[in-house]
């Protein structure tokens, strides 16, 4: 009987995630591990947003709950932004249009939504990271920084949410987080280790190296 193939599924907070895991799943054999669409691709959402995502069973959002706010699509209830969507193209550059999008993302969410309901913490490995150099530069001010640091409370809570969802305990949970030093608040003790990664100059996509070393070490 052939094993069950083993899923990366990103928890964000930010797009760095979904790209590596993408790149390192699409060098694998077609039984090796997979890095399929994911619910939190491409979205902005800091521990907390996904902790409460969670926690009220990934709701849908309505229109007027979805805002504009630095040029991109905000849902303030669970202070995330759909960075990659919304938007329509112009004559140099895409903008957003919530009216015009608003049913096909909300399709979108639900179809991702019943993706990731789907996956088996047992054959499931979360990823989350917070190594985005721009999160510092164009996604958040710097009064902001708490939106982007990673504190061992927050991924304690994060665990015990997974496994709220999947209907497990945390213990059963598979989290993987990868950080910078400078963005890992550990005085709170942690719950899983972290993988440190050293600072590169990439404006988003981060270092293929650094995400390289932390794949070998994995050993899927």
Not at 134 to 152: A, H, M, R, W
Not at 204 to 213: I, L, M
């Amino acid at each position: 009987m052939t094993a069950p193939r083993t899923t990366l599924a990103s928890l964000g907070m930010s797009c760095q995630t979904t790209h590596q895991l993408r790149r390192l799943t699409g060098q694998e054999s077609d039984s090796g591990p997979t890095a399929p669409s994911g619910l939190f691709d491409w979205l902005i959402c800091p521990l907390a947003s996904s902790i409460a995502l969670l926690d009220k069973q990934i709701p849908d959002f309505s229109r007027n709950q979805i805002q504009v706010q630095k040029g991109r699509a905000y849902w303030p209830k669970f202070n995330l932004y759909f960075w990659h969507s919304f938007l329509v193209k112009g004559e140099t550059t895409h903008q957003v249009d919530i009216d015009a999008n608003f049913e096909a993302e909300l399709r979108r969410w639900r179809h991702l939504r019943d993706r990731f309901s789907e996956l088996d913490p047992r054959h499931t490995i979360f990823v989350v990271s917070n190594t985005q150099n721009n999160l510092e530069t164009e996604v958040f001010e710097q009064s902001e920084q708490d939106q982007y640091l990673f504190t061992g409370k927050l991924l304690d809570q994060l665990k015990h949410s997974l496994g709220n969802y999947f209907k497990t305990t945390s213990y059963a949970i598979q989290l993987e987080v990868l950080s910078r030093e400078s963005r890992m608040s550990a005085t709170d003790g942690l719950p899983t280790p972290v993988t440190y990664l050293p600072t590169d100059h990439n404006e988003w996509k981060g270092s293929r190296k650094s995400w390289d070393n932390w794949w070998d070490k994995l050993n899927l």
